[in-house]
Nanobody, 118 residues
Framework: VQLQASGGGLVQAGGSLRLSCTAS????????MGWYRQAPGKQRELVATITSSDSINYANSVKGRFTISRDNAKNMVYLQMDSLKPEDTAVYYC?????????????WGQGTLVTVSS
């Protein structure tokens, strides 16, 4: 599985960005897609995930501001980020969790940088 993320950039606080991620060369059954982020000097953390049955999970820090969605036909996942804050500055990684012959596999995209200026 290859993941290609896009949509990062520089935005002022209060602004919006939309991240997109496309999964290709899919060799597993995709269970969930999502977004994680890693700020400088910090560990990678979950932002939002969405399962194949549209069950959604958000980090408390982004609830009410970010919206995750997916297009199963296109194997894409999106992250609409509104009311951005400087603390949202991080590299955002697309993530796919798949299952193949009852084994779980995790795949990561290359990351896209989001910078929120105050």
């Amino acid at each position: 599985v290859q993941l290609q993320a896009s949509g990062g950039g520089l935005v002022q606080a209060g602004g919006s960005l939309r991240l997109s991620c496309t999964a290709s060369r899919i060799t597993v059954s995709i269970n969930a897609m999502g977004w994680y982020r890693q700020a400088p000097g910090k560990q990678r953390e979950l932002v939002a995930t969405i399962t194949s049955s549209d069950s959604i999970n958000y980090a408390n820090s982004v609830k009410g501001r970010f919206t995750i969605s997916r297009d199963n036909a296109k194997n894409m996942v999106y992250l609409q980020m509104d009311s951005l804050k400087p603390e949202d500055t991080a590299v955002y990684y697309c993530n796919v969790e798949g299952i193949y012959y009852a084994r779980k596999y995790t795949y990561w995209g290359q990351g896209t940088l989001v910078t929120v200026s105050s």
